[in-house]
């Protein structure tokens, strides 16, 4: 019963917000709910960052790992004119199965390079930079 009365108490609290320094976060009240129920990742905030020229920088999910709030799956980082620079890939996962995929791309939109990297915010353990994704 405490459970519920608390769940409903979160949208209150939780609302789109607008921060000073041009970034967006967009709740997602549902997995916020979940994080009670699971243990596994999740997403439950989409964050964007924009330039002063009002192009998207960066944007990502800001999710949540046993306990931890972390950066989960796709974030796309991006030049000044919209054009993707970066894409890093967050898979959160016990030690020694936690990796990221980090792709580049040239001014073009090709991609130049994509290596696989232990996760080494989650554990705050060296970058690593891995042969083949952790099983």
Not at 37 to 49: E, H
Not at 102 to 128: H, M
């Amino acid at each position: 019963m405490k459970r519920i009365i608390f769940l409903s108490l979160i949208p209150l609290f939780l609302v789109n917000n607008v921060f000073a320094n041009n970034q967006k976060e967009h709740i997602d009240i549902t997995a916020v709910s979940l994080a009670t129920l699971t243990n596994s990742s999740f997403c439950y905030s989409l964050r964007i960052i924009y330039y002063p020229n009002g192009q998207t920088k960066e944007q990502g999910c800001q999710g949540h790992y046993n306990a931890t709030g972390i950066s989960v799956g796709n974030w796309y980082e991006y030049d000044l004119l919209g054009m993707p620079v970066r894409t890093n890939y967050y898979h959160p996962d016990e030690f020694g199965k936690d990796y990221k995929i980090i792709t580049t791309y040239d001014k073009n939109g090709k991609v130049l390079t994509k290596k696989i990297y232990n996760y080494d915010d989650l554990y705050e353990t060296e970058e690593e930079e891995l042969n083949e994704i952790p099983q």
